[in-house]
């Protein structure tokens, strides 16, 4: 009953944290909320009101200096050449050159172009920012646009073409040569892209009587691009049409179908007034929701009364939160300072105890749990000594067996006359006592699950008694696993001994080389006879080869030789 009194007091907290914060938060918005109506229709309708007209009439003049930039680049263009007195100067890059470099430096311009009455055509295009080419057409290109990308030395790499290109047949060298003077052309698509376009173009007369036009165009996605700097999407968007309303440009990104989502306002549309030029009209559509940037002055109102309350519900909850936590941080201390070995309970902990409150209950379970803990940890290293003695016995007591069963087979060998089966018993006493070389390094470093595999293969190489085997392990110190150590230390046994035996009783002459290292997720054996013929493996026993093949698969490895030199067995396993 003591504990279930404490825990429904417990649950007042609930109500301390919870009414305070609903109460401040409601405060807040209400007065946000009231400040806000004050004064959000009046600020938005002066705002739309001045942006809509200054975005108009800013629109008007920059189209226009943009479209009379682009004549006046023609009419510099159709006069140079009108001065030329050898159309062979035409028909180099040098001309392109020109052009590209206008394109460089007006972004707005899309291609600068130069079309001769015998079909020669040259240009310069921008396919996007930072992005141009050159192109020509003509004798040269046997009818076909071919176009060029020019790199940062300035030198030329051809890109691509198109075939059967005769400017005389665009819209914007049929207008000029028709009207005999400059003239904007009607909107139409690019030969090469497909995109909407419109051109200043002015046909010429060489001094050696070469006719031509030179054009300057501009296209309706860079007109689009250069509306969409002069208004944020956010706050609205600016239409270029025609007479006949057709939308020629825009800086509104469309939803699917060409649609727009947000409801817009028409707020004010301009004659774009231009000598030659189409009766083109700029529309400007405003966001209303867009432009609450008056009612900065308001929201600093607010948020200086949310912060406020913020603040003052901070300072009451730290009060509160304090209350609760520092008795559990003090028990957190003491809980962190408690040794397994020996835990001790600190005086702290008791005060705690004494105390009302689910964090009394708290301190009391640590300090049962201090005493279990103290009694577990005695019985489980009890636990862990007798299972280290018993471990090293097994250990021993295996390889004390291997060892007795090795002398058994060697003794046995000894009294066999006929080479052969004395052979095949050496063979099995060599395999035992490998295992048995297993247990001796776990029972002499006390570590029952791995082993260092250098100085196991070191055992394995001294045992074999060729003096003429070198072994390498790198890195130093590297140790495996048992169910990996012993596969590894029976194949390099059984390579050794079919190396070494075809020498019989001179084995001083092997020179074996075995080399075990690791790369990255992997692990490479190696054993190497620099004078042992490729045969070697495929000469021995049945039991040999089935043996490796088995042990290799055993350590899901892969086995491979290489008779470069000698011949050299590589067992490639995952780490």
């Not at 919870?18 to 009231?34: E, I, R, T």
């Not at 304090?322 to 559990?328: C, G, N, W």
């Amino acid at each position: 009953m003591r504990r279930l009194k404490q825990g429904t007091r417990f649950g007042g907290l609930g109500k301390i944290m919870f009414l305070p914060f609903f109460l401040l938060l409601f405060l807040g918005l209400m007065s946000s909320w009231a400040l806000y109506l004050s004064s959000a229709h009046r600020v938005v309708a002066e705002l739309i009101d001045q942006v809509a007209r200054d975005t108009a009439q800013t629109t008007i003049r920059e189209l226009q200096d943009l479209f009379e930039y682009a004549r006046t680049i023609t009419i510099v263009n159709a006069s140079n050449f009108s001065f030329l007195e050898n159309s062979a100067e035409i028909d180099s890059f040098s001309f392109q050159n020109t052009f590209y470099h206008q394109l460089l430096s007006a972004d707005s311009l899309a291609i600068i172009a130069l079309a001769f009455s015998d079909g020669e055509y040259m240009e310069a295009q921008r396919l996007g920012p930072n992005n141009l080419r050159i192109g020509r057409a003509g004798k040269q290109t046997n009818g076909s646009l071919e176009f060029y990308r020019i790199d940062e030395e300035g030198k030329m790499e051809f890109t691509n073409m198109i075939s059967d290109y005769d400017p005389r047949q665009r819209p914007w060298y049929k207008n000029a040569q028709s009207a005999g003077h400059q003239v904007w052309s009607r909107p139409y698509s690019l030969y090469s892209s497909e995109v909407p376009a419109i051109s200043s173009a002015i046909p010429f007369q060489g001094k050696d009587g070469r006719k031509g036009v030179v054009a300057t165009a501009v296209t309706f996605d860079g007109l689009s691009t250069f509306l969409s700097s002069a208004l944020d999407e956010k706050k609205g968007y600016i239409e270029v049409i025609d007479d006949t309303g057709k939308t020629i440009a825009s800086s509104a990104p469309k939803e699917e179908g060409g649609t727009h989502t947000e409801k817009k306002t028409i707020i004010i549309q301009q004659t774009l007034s231009m000598s030659g030029f189409p009766e083109w009209r700029v529309r400007v559509f405003l966001n209303e929701s867009a432009f609450t940037t008056p009612l900065k002055k308001a929201d600093q109102k607010t948020v200086i009364v949310l912060i406020f309350l913020l603040l003052l519900f901070t300072f009451v909850s730290g009060i509160i939160i304090s209350a609760v936590t520092k008795p559990i941080r003090e028990l957190e201390q003491i809980v962190r300072h408690i040794d397994p070995a020996n835990p001790q309970v600190s005086r702290e902990i008791f005060k705690i105890a004494r105390q009302k409150g689910e964090i009394a209950s708290l301190a009391e379970s640590f300090f049962n749990m201090a005493i279990r803990i103290k009694k577990n940890y005695g019985e489980l290293q009890q636990n862990l000594r007798e299972k280290e003695l018993l471990l090293q016995e097994v250990h021993h007591r295996v390889k004390n067996n291997l060892q007795i069963i090795s002398s058994l087979l060697c003794l046995q060998a000894d009294e066999v006359n006929d080479l052969a089966d004395r052979y095949t018993i050496i063979q099995c006493q060599r395999r035992i006592q490998t295992m048995a070389y297993v247990h001796e390094a776990a029972y002499a470093t006390r570590t029952y699950t791995e082993i260092e595999i250098g100085d196991y293969l070191r055992m394995i190489c001294g045992s074999a008694g060729a003096h003429h085997i070198t072994l390498s392990a790198e890195p130093e110190g590297q140790r495996l696993p048992l169910d990996k150590a012993i596969p590894c230390g029976l194949i390099v046994n059984e390579l050794i001994s079919l190396m070494i035996g075809r020498y019989e009783n001179h084995r001083e002459k092997a020179k074996i080389k075995v080399s075990f290292t690791r790369n990255s997720d992997t692990y490479i054996l190696s054993v190497w006879d620099k004078t042992a013929p490729h045969s070697t493996l495929s000469k021995s026993g049945t039991l040999s080869r089935d043996l490796i093949k088995s042990l290799a698969s055993q350590l899901r490895g892969t086995m491979t030789s290489n008779q470069e030199e000698g011949v050299q067995f590589i067992v490639i396993f995952p780490a």
